[in-house]
């Protein structure tokens, strides 16, 4: 059983950073992605990496994604934080790269990112 264990969700101000780790317990994927959802909406994809990063257009230029094979950890960095990007976010893993949720077989909990104006 793959465990993902996410943290560095919490309340930030606009225009400050916050930076989200994922770590998978076991095995090597190719593939890991962060998602988030509000309440009352889909989960949404946020940013992906495989041997490169992707990006949903709405962060690109103030997120960044990378990864560290020898720890089997994901990261998110959250610049230029803005009010709409509150959400539960979300780490996911898999063997086939995608932008959407059905993509991915495990996934970690989800850590709450409040952006104050």
């Known amino acids: 059983q793959v465990q993902l264990e996410v943290s560095g969700g919490g309340l930030v101000q606009a225009g400050g950073s916050l930076r989200l780790s994922c770590a998978a317990s076991?095995?090597?994927?190719?593939?890991m992605a962060w998602f988030r959802q509000v309440p009352g909406k889909e989960r949404e994809f946020v940013a992906g990496?495989?041997?490169?990063?992707y990006y949903a257009d709405s962060v690109k230029g103030r997120f960044t994604i990378s990864r560290d094979g020898n720890k089997n950890t994901v990261y998110l960095q959250m610049d230029s934080l803005k009010p709409e990007v509150t959400a539960a976010y979300y780490c996911?893993?898999?063997?086939?790269?995608?932008?959407?949720?059905?993509?991915?077989?495990?996934w970690g909990q989800g850590t709450q990112v409040t952006v104050s104006s």
């Open positions: 076991a095995r090597t994927f190719s593939n």
């Open positions: 990496i495989r041997w490169t990063a």
């Open positions: 996911a893993v898999g063997l086939v790269a995608g932008r959407t949720s059905s993509a991915y077989d495990y």
